[in-house]
């Protein structure tokens, strides 16, 4: 008699072998946009790994490391190219019965000035709040009669603050590179026939023309907090500062510090600068400040002071400068746990 083989008959095994057909007949396709953050990489790579495994189109080891491999330039070219950058991944599954899945990975380049261009065409204004800064203010009073205080508003914006303090009798030029923003502040200034300089720049690029030789105060609010991503750039900030700055003259702005029992590492960082609250340690400020005649003369929460300085009903400029200000946007912790806050930061330039 031959040999007769054992016919299956468990209905777990069983069922769960028509499963691994299914695969055969069924179809999948996708595309899923990361935010350019090189240090996110093996995360990244999980998703993708276990959401294929899910359709049945489990990777082997050599094919996972394919897709690291590519996923991992486009996100090195993503990153360098800009914060708004980011990574898509694509993939359709091949035709049935073939159980194979072909993908792509490119890099989607998207500069700050488009995604500020995106938030003219769908955001209701005000875009970044109804009032100016207490602290900017405050300080420009503290500086002379306005007639006598040039002010340099760095990445103006729509003219939050610009446009209050050019209304006071300061001499404020406006510094900003986004075109559809620079449109909004021309406009506004315009309507109200301001005396407002406006300057399409960017103050980290070496060959900035100013419309005036030097400034006695230059106010970068929420500039640093939103876009800054390296010591590097707050050292060229402190270069261009000391040399347009008059002596006595002041550099107020605005940042995210860490607590000092706190390391953050690439990871933190480059998730940081993708959701616009960079962090800074103070070693990097006194690294990018190093032979600089600055001397710091404040140094406070920025969220305290707006509370309470601003006039009656003023505070918070918007509905999310509280939780942004105490790191929420990157940190999901109850208020006050985050290990970073926005603080003002007030360096004047020695004589
Ligand atoms: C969040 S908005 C704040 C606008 C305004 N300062 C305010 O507080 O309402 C950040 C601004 O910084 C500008 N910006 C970013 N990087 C800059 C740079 N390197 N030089 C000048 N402006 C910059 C952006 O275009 C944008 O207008």
Not at 79 to 90: G, T
Not at 204 to 227: G, Q
Not at 249 to 271: C, E, H, M
């Amino acid at each position: 008699m031959g040999k007769q083989a054992k016919r299956e008959t468990n209905a777990v095994v069983l069922k769960q072998a028509m499963l691994r057909r299914l695969p055969r007949r069924l179809q999948a396709k996708g595309e899923l946009h990361f935010p350019a953050v090189p240090a996110l990489l093996e995360h990244y790579v999980k998703i993708l790994d276990l959401l294929w495994e899910s359709i049945g189109r489990k990777f082997t080891p050599p094919e996972l490391d394919e897709f690291r491999q590519s996923l991992s330039a486009r996100l090195a070219q993503a990153h360098a190219a800009s914060a708004s950058a980011k990574v898509v991944v694509s993939y359709d599954c091949d035709p049935s019965p073939k159980t194979s899945i072909t993908w792509k990975v490119v890099a989607l380049a998207a500069s700050m000035e488009e995604e500020y261009q995106h938030w003219v065409d769908t955001r209701t204004p005000p875009l970044f709040g109804k009032n100016a800064d207490a602290k900017a203010v405050d300080v420009a009073r503290s500086l002379g009669v306005p007639a006598e205080v040039s002010v340099l508003d760095v990445g103006a914006g729509t003219g939050r603050n610009s446009l209050p303090l050019a209304r006071e009798g300061f001499a404020v030029d406006a510094l900003e590179p986004a075109p559809a923003l620079v449109k909004v502040l021309s406009e506004a200034a315009a309507a109200e026939s301001l005396a407002l300089g406006v300057v399409v720049g960017n103050v980290l690029d070496p060959a900035l023309a100013l419309p005036r030789a030097s400034y006695r105060m230059l106010l970068l609010s929420e500039v640093v907090a939103s876009h800054f991503r390296s010591t590097e750039q707050l050292r060229q900030l402190f270069e261009t500062a000391a040399r347009v700055l008059e002596p006595g003259g002041v550099i107020v702005l605005n940042a995210f510090l860490t607590d000092s029992g706190y390391k953050p590492d690439d990871f933190a960082r480059q998730l940081s600068q993708v959701l616009w609250c960079a962090l800074f340690t103070r070693r990097d400020f006194e690294l990018a400040l190093q032979g600089l005649p600055f001397e710091r003369v404040a140094d406070e929460p920025a969220a305290d002071y707006e509370r309470e300085h601003l006039p009656e009903g003023q505070y918070p400029s918007t509905g999310w400068f509280e939780g942004w200000s105490g790191g929420q946007d990157l940190f999901d912790l109850p208020a006050d746990r985050a290990p970073m806050e926005l603080r003002w930061l007030v360096y004047r330039k020695m004589s």
